[in-house]
Each structure stands twice: as C-alpha cells, then as structure tokens.
C-alpha cells in the first residue's frame, strides 16, 4: 500500500501518474469523443492512517489535488 506523498513529484508513482492521465484523455478524444469529468473519486489514506503518518495528509493531498487539476485543462474544475 502506498502513502499520499508516493504520488507527489518526487514519489514513487508520481512519473507514471503524471504520463498516464494526458496519454488516457488523449487517446479518448483521438476517437472523437469529448470527455468531461465532473468528479473524481480519490480512495487513498489508509497507509498513512496505519504508519502514523497521517499528520501531513491534508496538506499532501490538497497539494496533490492541485497538481491533478494542472495536467489537463478538462481537470481544471473537477470536484473531489
């Protein structure tokens, strides 16, 4: 299990987090389609919650957030 910070620039998963949004909505309007997401369900924590490293969580996911909205303008006001 992985902890918020994994998915910050720098974390484990940051790198292929970061390609594979824009490669996915990419790929769905090359066929035609116009994709626009409304929200965007984030089910994350528990690791945090069990290492006791919980005391930076919202900080790290609003930071998170924040850079999830920046990779694609059909992001920008998507609600969590």
């Given at each position: 299990?992985?902890?918020?910070?994994?998915?910050?620039?720098?974390?484990?998963?940051?790198?292929?987090?970061?390609?594979?949004?824009?490669?996915s909505i990419?790929?769905?309007?090359?066929?035609?389609?116009?994709?626009?997401?409304?929200?965007?369900?984030?089910?994350?924590?528990?690791?945090?919650?069990?290492?006791?490293?919980y005391?930076?969580?919202?900080?790290n996911?609003?930071?998170?957030?924040?850079?999830?909205?920046?990779?694609?303008?059909?992001?920008?006001?998507v609600?969590?």
């Amino acid at each position: 299990a992985l902890e918020i910070n994994e998915w910050l620039l720098g974390g484990s998963m940051h790198s292929e987090f970061a390609a594979y949004i824009p490669k996915s909505i990419h790929i769905i309007d090359s066929l035609g389609y116009d994709p626009q997401f409304l929200s965007v369900m984030w089910m994350q924590g528990e690791s945090n919650a069990i290492n006791g490293t919980y005391s930076d969580y919202k900080t790290n996911l609003q930071t998170f957030l924040t850079y999830l909205r920046g990779l694609d303008t059909k992001l920008t006001n998507v609600r969590f």
